[in-house]
C-alpha cells in the first residue's frame, strides 16, 4: 500500500473527533481525490501533511518554538518519499524534531486541522502560499526521555495544558482534549 492509499484509508475509516476535525477529514478527502500528488508540496494548492502531538507520563505536551514561523506549535512536517502511513510520517518527524528516540506511536489520528501555510515546494522553488492538510497523532515519550533541539525548532520546551506557551499557533489547542482522551485508552 502507498502513502497515498494509506491516506485515502485511513482518512476514510476515521471517526473525527470533533465538527471542525469532521470538516476537515471531509475537505482532505476532497484534497486527495487530486490524486498521490496531494502528498507531496508540488501540489501548490494544498497538500496532506503529519504532526504529533508528545507526551510524557506526567500529562506535559512537547512543543517546538517553530524557527521560521516563531509561533509554539506541536512537531510535524511534509511526507516524503519513503514514509509508508501517515502515522510513521507523523513519526519520522516527530524523531528528528525532538531527538527522542523510541517514541510510542498511536496510529489513529486524533485531529485534523487545515491552515495556510508559506512552503517551499520540493524543487527548491521559494515559499509561496499553499495550504497544509494536518493530520495529527498522538505520540508518549518514554521515560526519561530528553529533547534535542533540530535545526527546524528555535526552541523546545514541556508544557503543562494549563500553562501552554505564546505565541500559540492556532490549532494547537484543539488537539488537547483528544489526546487526553486518547491518553486514557492507551
Known amino acids: ?3 497515498y492509499e494509506d491516506a485515502v484509508r485511513v482518512l476514510t ?12 477529514r471531509k475537505r482532505t478527502l476532497g484534497l486527495l481525490a487530486d490524486g498521490p500528488v496531494a502528498m507531496t508540496r ?17 500529562g506535559r505536551v512537547l512543543l517546538c518554538l517553530h524557527g521560521r514561523l516563531g509561533l509554539w506549535m506541536q512537531l510535524g512536517g511534509h511526507c516524503e518519499a519513503g514514509d509508508e502511513t501517515l502515522a510513521a510520517a ?11 528516540d523510541g517514541l510510542l506511536l498511536d496510529p489513529e489520528p486524533i485531529d485534523i486541522d487545515v491552515h495556510e501555510v508559506r512552503c517551499g515546494a520540493a524543487d527548491g522553488a521559494p515559499a ?4 497544509h492538510y494536518d493530520v495529527r497523532f498522538l505520540l ?7 529533547e534535542r533541539v533540530s535545526a527546524e525548532s528555535a526552541e523546545l520546551g ?3 495544558t494549563e500553562a501552554l506557551p505564546s ?4 490549532g494547537v489547542v484543539q488537539q488537547i482534549g483528544p489526546a487526553r482522551a486518547r491518553l486514557d485508552q492507551m
Open 1 to 3: 500500500m502507498s502513502l
Open 13 to 24: 475509516s476515521w471517526t473525527a473527533t470533533s465538527d471542525a476535525a469532521e470538516v476537515n
Open 42 to 58: 508540488a501540489h501548490r494548492a494544498g497538500h496532506v501533511t503529519a504532526s504529533a502531538l508528545i507526551v510524557d507520563d506526567a
Open 90 to 100: 507523523a513519526l519520522r518527524e516527530a524523531t528528528e524534531e525532538s531527538g527522542i
Open 128 to 131: 509561496g502560499p499553499s495550504v
Open 140 to 146: 508518549r515519550a518514554p521515560a526519561g526521555a530528553v
Open 158 to 160: 514541556w508544557f503543562t
Open 167 to 170: 505565541p500559540l499557533a492556532a
